[in-house]
């Protein structure tokens, strides 16, 4: 045999096997789904396994595109989309607030000089800001978030890119340690300093 062989085949004992037991931590539960970290990865998954307690760590098994998680006596089969998982780790460094000013509506310019009825608008309005770092980007970006939605905290949140929109999902926890996937959009970025 060729030395370059049996380093090959060395090589490929020592990798880890897909299927492989490995630990998993259910991560929260959010809107019909229950968030499964396995190393640095999110998945989120559908159904309810009542064994599998929020904050715990159990045996699981993950291949192409199913999760089988051992819950004590219980086994809890999920199903998993890699593009629905959260690969990547998002640092909120720091939150601000921005002002913004809302337009008039209703205001016909024909009739500028006759009383107007149904003119709306013309406030202002305050929204948050993110300074938000991504793992493995040498860039660090001014995010924001649709008005209404959770406002997260400074921290760290399980993530992904959102190709349709170029925004950023994160998944944040609630009070109760319910589970949310919340858009953040790009307003700005710069190099890292």
């Not at 309005?125 to 209404?148: A, I, Q």
């Amino acid at each position: 045999m060729k030395k370059g062989l049996g380093c090959l085949a060395v090589l490929l004992f020592a990798l880890p096997a897909l299927g492989q037991n490995q630990s998993a931590r259910v991560f929260a539960r959010g809107y019909n789904a229950t968030y499964i970290q396995v190393g640095t990865a999110l998945y989120p998954v559908r159904g309810y396994c009542k064994q599998a307690k929020v904050g715990n760590n159990y045996p699981v098994e993950v291949s192409k595109d199913k999760l089988v998680l051992h819950a004590g006596d219980k086994t809890c089969k999920y199903h998993i989309d890699e593009k629905t998982k959260f690969p990547i780790k998002a640092h909120i460094l720091k939150v601000e607030m921005g002002q913004g000013a809302q337009g008039i509506r209703g205001l016909n310019p024909a009739t500028i000089f006759t009383p107007q009825t149904g003119i709306s608008g013309g406030g202002s309005y305050l929204y948050h800001v993110f300074t938000v770092h991504v793992d493995g980007s040498n860039l660090e970006y001014k995010m924001t978030t649709p008005r209404g939605k959770v406002w997260p905290q400074i921290g760290d949140y399980p993530a992904r890119w959102d190709k349709k929109t170029g925004g950023l999902i994160i998944v944040a926890l609630d009070q109760k340690n319910g589970a949310s996937e919340d858009p953040l959009f790009i307003a700005a970025e710069e190099p890292i300093k």
